[in-house]
């Protein structure tokens, strides 16, 4: 009889199923082999699968946690995370802060009793530079401006005039992928701030085997700096404007980010593998 382990996609970014950015999470006893977790995340097939186990009391983090893409691991993600905080709660499998250990260093979430979720990141540091040559043919639009957040991310945050314009953005994917590192962050102030939210954005991953994120918590990192600056206040409201779409609360504190954000476990079962 294959083993069995108890798995879990969840919806994270959103209270509604079926929005938001869906995560496959799974609570281990420890790290198979790393074919396995890569093997597991191809079958769950979404953006990310996140995997973790308790680690022994009295250390500098509570849980370890990994994050794999259906094609590669992953150095740093937000709505992942934010599904495994949220089955840790829901669960009982751990109250009050957690400290996770991760390739981007110990990061700790807090859930809370109204159900959200805050989570505490790296703020990713931005510098001014120059549109690449083919990056607005391959977005189909021109841009505003264009920084590197490089350092931690690997991505380019790509500003564009308005919300419309970001919205339909119809990227050439394949093109896209001669452009950063890891992705690619449009945005654009909101069109009506009363509408709930103060910024938009797209994010697009080709180079990991994901056209089009529906909700990045990590993206956040550098859109929190780049907003709050823009708009003079610490506390924000990002809405993804994907297909999917979701709502990220940003909070910037310097060198750090609090993402904040709901989750909905939508699937439960067993795998055996």
């Known amino acids: 009889m294959p083993t069995s382990h108890r798995i879990r996609i ?12 869906p995560a496959g999470v799974l609570l281990l006893d420890a790290f198979p082999d790393d074919a396995w977790l890569q093997s597991v995340a191809a079958e ?46 829901v669960t009982g499998s751990a109250e009050g802060p957690v400290r996770f250990a991760t390739r981007s260093g110990v990061l700790t979430t807090t859930a809370h009793a109204d159900g959200t979720v805050t989570m505490d990141f790296p703020t990713a540091p931005l510098t001014p530079a120059a549109t690449p040559d083919g990056l607005a043919q391959a977005l189909g639009a021109q841009p505003l401006a264009v920084h590197d957040a490089g350092t931690n991310l690997g ?33 654009a102030p909101a ?19 994901i056209d089009e994120d529906p909700v990045t918590g990590s993206a956040h990192t550098a859109l929190a700096p780049f ?42 079962g067993d795998l055996y593998a």
């Open 10 to 21: 969840v919806d994270a970014f959103t209270d509604r199923p079926f929005s938001g950015n």
């Open 155 to 187: 991505d380019l945050l790509v500003e564009f005039a308005d919300e419309k314009t970001v919205r339909s953005l119809a990227p050439d994917h394949t093109a896209l992928t001669q452009h950063s590192e890891r992705g690619i962050i449009a945005t």
């Open 44 to 89: 769950v097939n979404h953006a990310e699968t996140a995997f973790a186990h308790r680690l022994p009391a009295g250390g500098e983090a509570d849980w370890a946690l990994r994050w794999f893409t259906p094609a590669t691991e992953v150095d740093l993600c937000g709505h992942a995370t934010l599904a495994t905080a949220h089955v840790l709660q």
């Open 191 to 209: 069109e009506d701030p009363a509408r709930g939210y103060d910024f938009v954005s797209r994010c697009f991953f080709p180079r990991l085997g």
């Open 227 to 268: 907003w709050s600056h823009r708009l003079g206040r610490p506390e924000l409201t990002g809405l993804q404007a994907s297909a999917r779409s979701g709502l990220v609360r940003t909070e910037l504190r310097g060198d750090r980010t609090l993402l904040t954000g709901r989750a909905v476990t939508v699937i439960e």
